[in-house]
Structure formats: structure tokens, C-alpha cells
């Protein structure tokens, strides 16, 4: 990471060590324990661009995850997520319970509280506010993409929102789900298209989208469940969450 970016955050840490999964070389990466925007600025871009949570083995030139806790706090957005890594293999509704009894010492005012598994889910939650999106429809986007490549063989870990473009023509675009309610399908084309990026078990990555109809459908289902709206909490939104969600629907 740039060190530069790193000595003007009043929560970075001198470094951490890191064992390299391909060569078992231990070589010394950034540690940062808080992206606090206010007092760093330039947190929300180290945080997008993301190489500082993968850092490239100086022997190898193999990229690493690195997870540890940290927090990300962003008034401008309106967002304050707790990194706790590894959160969906532990009993979540126990440590959401004790992140919300000590709300007093966490919670900041009109913000919205989120718990987080990875750097990926962080900077996610990060790109969502961007766009003004409501992160529980983004989230509910991910099981029409990620079943639709299990169908064609694809063995998928996860998927991460990356941003929204608009179609310079409204062409259909290439690995791109559409939904419609219109009596004309085409239309669809000139929608924005919602950008993830779909993480496979093998570590390759495929770039995937959707289109915005899929998203309103999304927040029609959240309105109709009374789950559009905040409650201030700290929430788990994530991938397993969506799934039970979508499951959840067939089975009322």
C-alpha cells in the first residue's frame, strides 16, 4: 500500500505479518484498524481500491486475503460497518445481539450499522451508499446471478456489488441477467446495469450484471415485508442472508 496514504491515518498500525499460501514466505503488510473518513479522507479510496486487503507476496508475486477486525465509518454515506471476519461461520444472531446492547458505545446517529465477514463485503457496503442504493435489495440481487451461473457449472463462493453503468446503446449486453415487466423486453437494454464482480472457489473472478427492473422488483419485496427501511441496528446483509430471504418467500 502506499505509504504515503497510511501514515495520515490515526489508526494504522505499524504492520502485520503474513504467511503466503502458495510459498509459506512471512513477509509484513499494513494493518488498518479503522476507515474513519472524517479524519481520513482518503480511507474510502484505499478501501475501494482494494490492494491493501490483498497484498502481493514479495516472493511469489501471489496476492493474499488478509481479515482482521477492523471499522469503517463514513458520515457523508451514512454507513458504519464492524468487520468481524469469518462472521457467517459463527452464531450470528448472538453477536449482532451484543453488538446492539452496546449501541451506546458503537452507534452513531442517522447512520446505518452493518456487520461484515471480509474487507470485500466492507468496500462493498462502501459502493452501495455511492450509488444511493438500498443494500438489502443489492444484496437480494445476488442469488438470480449466482444460480444462474451453479446452473452452468460455475462453483461460486461469492459475489460483490462493484458499481452501475449505463448501456451507451440499448443493446443486450453479454452476461448480463434481465428482468422485465413491460409488454416490450427490449426496453430492458437501456437500463442501468448493476456490476458485480462473482468470486469462484478457484480464485477466478466473473464480472456479472443486472438490470435495474431486477433491483425495483427487489425493493418491491422489501417494501411488501417492511424491510426497506432502517431500524438503526447492527445487521448482517450478506449473501447466505439473501438466499434465506429468497427461500423464505417460496415457502409462505
Known amino acids: 500500500m502506499n505509504q504515503l496514504h497510511t501514515m495520515k491515518n490515526p489508526w494504522a498500525s505499524s504492520g502485520m505479518a503474513v504467511q503466503c499460501q502458495h510459498c509459506n514466505n512471512v513477509f509484513t503488510a499494513q494493518r488498518i484498524n479503522c476507515f474513519d473518513t472524517l479524519l481520513w479522507p482518503e480511507g474510502r479510496q484505499v478501501l475501494d481500491r482494494g490492494d491493501f486487503f490483498q497484498p502481493v507476496c514479495p516472493q511469489c508475486h501471489a496476492p493474499a486475503d488478509l481479515g482482521y477486525p477492523s471499522r469503517y465509518l463514513d458520515r457523508e454515506l451514512g454507513i458504519a460497518a464492524v468487520l468481524v471476519p469469518g462472521i457467517e461461520n459463527q452464531d450470528v444472531g448472538q453477536l449482532l445481539s451484543q453488538m446492539n446492547y452496546s449501541m451506546d458505545r458503537l452507534a452513531l446517529s442517522r ?137 423464505s418467500l417460496h415457502q409462505a
Not at 468470486?199 to 427487489?218: E, K, Q, S
Request: contains cysteine.
Open 111 to 247: 447512520m446505518e450499522h452493518r456487520a461484515v465477514g471480509s474487507f470485500y463485503a466492507m468496500a462493498e457496503q462502501m459502493r452501495i451508499r455511492q450509488h444511493r442504493l438500498n443494500d438489502r435489495a443489492v444484496q437480494l440481487l445476488k442469488p438470480f446471478i449466482i444460480g444462474g451461473l451453479q446452473s452452468r457449472g460455475f462453483e461460486v463462493w461469492n459475489g460483490f456489488f462493484m458499481g452501475v453503468t449505463h448501456p451507451e446503446k440499448p443493446e443486450q449486453m453479454d452476461d448480463t441477467v434481465y428482468f422485465s415487466t413491460q409488454e416490450n423486453a427490449e426496453d430492458v437494454y437501456a437500463e442501468d446495469v448493476y456490476q458485480f464482480h462473482i468470486y469462484l472457489t478457484n480464485g477466478d473472478i466473473v464480472p456479472h450484471g443486472i438490470n435495474d427492473t431486477a433491483y425495483r422488483i427487489c425493493m418491491n419485496i422489501l417494501e411488501d415485508n417492511a424491510l426497506a427501511e432502517d431500524d438503526g441496528l447492527f445487521h448482517l446483509y450478506d449473501l447466505s442472508w439473501a438466499i434465506q430471504f429468497h427461500n
